[in-house]
Nanobody
Framework: QVQLVESGGGSVQAGGSLKLSCAAS????????MGWFRQAPGKPREGVAV????????VYGDSVEGRFTISQDRPKNTLYLQMNNLRPEDTAMYYC?????????????????WGQGTQVTVSS
C-alpha cells in the first residue's frame, strides 16, 4: 500500500485559508483516485474532495464547493487541498486517502490507504 503523510493543518479564524499537503510514498499504476476526507468529533468521516489521477477531474462535497480546491503534483507524488473562506464548521481532522477502484466515491469504503490526519481548527 501507499504510505501517506498529511501536513499543513493549524488554527485559523473564520474567513482564513490553509493549504493541506499529502505526501505519498508513490503513486502506483493501480492508484485511480485520491481523496480528502474529514472527521469531526462524534461525526462520521465525510468526503471533502476527490481527484481522478489520470485526468485531474475533480468532485467536491456540497459544503466545500467553491471554497476548497484539490490538486496534485504528480512528479512530487503530492496531493493538495487549498481551503479558503474557512468556517467554524470546517473544524475537523483531515485525512487523505488512496482509491484503486475505478469508480468515483465519497464514501470512505473502498479507499485502502490513509494518512494519520492533520487537524484544522477554525474559530469564529
Amino acid at each position: 500500500q501507499v504510505q501517506l503523510v498529511e501536513s499543513g493543518g493549524g488554527s485559523v479564524q473564520a474567513g482564513g485559508s490553509l493549504k493541506l499537503s499529502c505526501a505519498a510514498s508513490a503513486y502506483t499504476t493501480d492508484t485511480k483516485y485520491m481523496g480528502w476526507f474529514r472527521q469531526a468529533p462524534g461525526k462520521p468521516r465525510e468526503g471533502v474532495a476527490v481527484i481522478r489521477i489520470g485526468d485531474n477531474s475533480v468532485v467536491y462535497g456540497d459544503s466545500v464547493e467553491g471554497r476548497f480546491t484539490i490538486s496534485q503534483d504528480r512528479p512530487k507524488n503530492t496531493l493538495y487541498l487549498q481551503m479558503n473562506n474557512l468556517r467554524p464548521e470546517d473544524t475537523a481532522m483531515y485525512y487523505c486517502a488512496e482509491r484503486r477502484l475505478n469508480t468515483w466515491s465519497f464514501s470512505a469504503n473502498g479507499y485502502i490507504s490513509w494518512g494519520q490526519g492533520t487537524q484544522v481548527t477554525v474559530s469564529s
